[in-house]
Nanobody, 129 residues
Framework: QVQLVESGGGSVQAGGSLRISCAASGNTGSLTLMGWFRQAPGKEREGVASVYPRMDTTYYRESVKGRFTISRDNAKNTVDLQMTNLQSEDTAMYYC??????????????????????WGQGIQVTVSS
């Protein structure tokens, strides 16, 4: 069993930056893929970025490419999301997710929530214009 705890959310003005972090504890040796998802009010949850911690392979949603950077620290079992040039449409609850499965087609499925079997409680990010 793995526990995921997010931290670092908050409010920022448009154009600003924010860094959110996810700490994994428990049976972290079983983890394959870790990612960040978000859900805005009235919208479906969407994949933002993900990373294979032990392979340093990353995946990004098109709308955040060039603005968001996902990184991991295998020694600390953390996965961070550095967000820059934040816009109002980035406002959402952000969730850390992890998987113990290997994806057959990660290019297609790394940002699909069904690919993950563990979730954090979520953390709010609010961007004001």
């Amino acid at each position: 069993q793995v526990q995921l705890v997010e931290s670092g959310g908050g409010s920022v003005q448009a154009g600003g930056s924010l860094r959110i972090s996810c700490a994994a504890s428990g049976n972290t040796g079983s983890l394959t893929l870790m990612g960040w998802f978000r859900q805005a009010p009235g919208k479906e949850r969407e994949g933002v970025a993900s990373v294979y911690p032990r392979m340093d392979t990353t995946y990004y949603r098109e709308s955040v490419k060039g603005r968001f950077t996902i990184s991991r620290d295998n020694a600390k079992n953390t996965v961070d999301l550095q967000m820059t040039n934040l816009q109002s449409e980035d406002t959402a609850m952000y969730y850390c997710a992890a998987s113990t499965h290997w994806l057959v087609n990660p290019d297609k499925d790394a940002l699909v929530d069904a690919s993950y079997n563990m979730w954090g409680q979520g953390i709010q990010v609010t961007v004001s214009s």
